[in-house]
């Protein structure tokens, strides 16, 4: 996750992204990591909490119309 994470805001210019929120899942065991190699500051949701990452959320449902959950 840190590499792609890296990639994806090195694509920006520095200082557009201030802050990541993510659940609590595994992919940001590292997140210390993330904070210290590009500079944000990492926030997690509440378990069970999905309307506190609410733009993540929408997106996901974006992407279901295209790629139903459970396909490849």
Request: net charge negative; proline share 4%.
């Amino acid at each position: 996750m840190e590499i792609a994470l890296g990639v994806a805001i090195s694509q920006y210019p520095q200082g557009t992204f201030l802050t990541a929120t993510a659940d609590r899942g595994k992919e940001f065991a590292y997140y210390a990591s993330v904070e210290t190699t590009h500079g944000l500051d990492v926030y997690f949701a509440d378990p069970y909490s999905s309307w506190q990452r609410g733009s993540n959320e929408n997106g996901n449902g974006l992407l279901r119309e295209f790629h139903p959950k459970g396909t490849k």
